[in-house]
């Protein structure tokens, strides 16, 4: 105490973290040596990067990736949505077809499936509409209906509605029963309730594993290269098996897949702020925000210490 009566201002120290300083230099280092790496040595051949980066064999390849991503992601979840309300049926048939599917495409590689569905002809030669065990109205030729695209949708859309059906699943079981109970009371329906109570809640636990399949899935599409499919990567490979500049025209995919992933990592991040909105009482700062908050910033600040007022016997302030 002082002579005053007033108590001493405490004299705050920041707490000390020679653990970051140290993490900081050493990324700092390795930085360095990368960008010193990237610049300094001619096999990166920066140049034919640039002349590749936007050729148009690039370009439509890029574009079939995309497409290809949305069209197998759209059948994913619309699949593994349907997938999961069978699974949670109170119906056991319904439910073990619904296990037994997730079962095997969850337990096979998706190469594997991939593989399958392009030489589906040597197991089904033909591929026919009828009657079942009767007469035959329509036959095609099973290498004329499964396309190198057909096999690509079939393969990653499959195996995605697998995982998305897992996903939507826990999505639904994450809403509280009680809501469930109330909508029947009202005399909803178990579809008007699932469309207009469960699952509008549900996209909360659903929106961020499902933002992680959309990327994954964007990468997974290099692998549709096997089938002959004419995505990015099959694009790059034809390129550089007539250059031989292996190299810089897989640094130019990478350049391309990042691009991507970097606008669907965007996109993840608004849609998950928009349906956060209610969980929390503030809402998630963007990416610029959390850069202009963390940059150069070391240690913690200390926070200001309040002024000290002492209140005399009639109340007053002294």
């Known amino acids: 105490m002082t002579d005053q009566g007033n108590p001493e201002s405490i004299k705050a120290i920041p707490v000390r973290h020679p653990g970051r300083w140290i993490a900081t230099f050493v990324i700092f280092v390795l930085v360095a040596m990368f960008i010193n790496m990237a610049l300094t040595n001619p096999n990166f051949e920066w140049g034919v990067i640039g002349e590749y980066l936007f050729n148009n064999k690039i370009l439509e390849g890029?574009?079939?990736?995309?497409?290809?991503?949305?069209?197998?992601?759209?059948a994913g979840i619309l699949l593994g949505v349907v997938l999961s309300v069978m699974r949670l049926s109170p119906n056991p048939l319904l439910s073990n077809v619904a296990s037994g599917y997730i079962w095997f495409f969850r337990g096979t590689p998706v190469l594997v499936q991939l593989i399958f569905w392009f030489n589906l002809a040597v197991l089904v030669p033909h591929i026919s509409i009828g009657i079942p065990f009767g007469p035959t109205f329509v036959s095609w030729d099973?290498?004329?209906v499964i396309t190198p695209f057909v096999a690509?949708?079939?393969?990653?859309?499959?195996?995605?509605?697998?995982y998305m059906a897992e996903i939507s699943r826990a999505g639904i079981q994450s809403v509280d029963e009680g809501q469930v109970e109330a909508s029947s009371a009202l005399g909803m329906s178990r579809t008007q309730t699932m469309r207009r109570i469960v699952l509008p809640q549900a996209?909360?636990?659903?929106?961020p594993p499902t933002g992680n399949e959309v990327i994954s899935m964007l990468k997974t599409t290099s692998l549709?290269?096997?089938?002959?499919?004419?995505?990015?990567l099959y694009n790059t490979q034809q390129i550089y098996a007539r250059t031989y500049q292996t190299i810089p025209l897989l640094i130019v995919a990478s350049i391309w897949y990042l691009?991507?992933?970097?606008?669907?990592?965007?996109?993840?991040?608004?849609i998950e702020r928009h349906y956060g909105k209610g969980s929390t009482n503030t809402q998630a700062p963007t990416f610029f925000q959390r850069l202009r908050r963390n940059v150069f910033r070391f240690h913690d600040v200390p926070p200001t210490p309040p002024s000290s007022t002492l209140l005399d016997a009639n109340g007053g302030v002294r």
């Open 259 to 270: 691009f991507l992933t970097s606008l669907l990592t965007i996109g993840q991040f608004y």
């Open 62 to 74: 890029v574009w079939a990736t995309v497409w290809i991503t949305i069209v197998a992601m759209l």
């Open 152 to 162: 690509a949708l079939l393969g990653l859309g499959l195996n995605e509605a697998a």
């Open 224 to 232: 549709v290269s096997v089938v002959a499919m004419p995505e990015l």
């Open 142 to 144: 099973t290498n004329s």
């Open 203 to 207: 996209m909360r636990v659903i929106i």
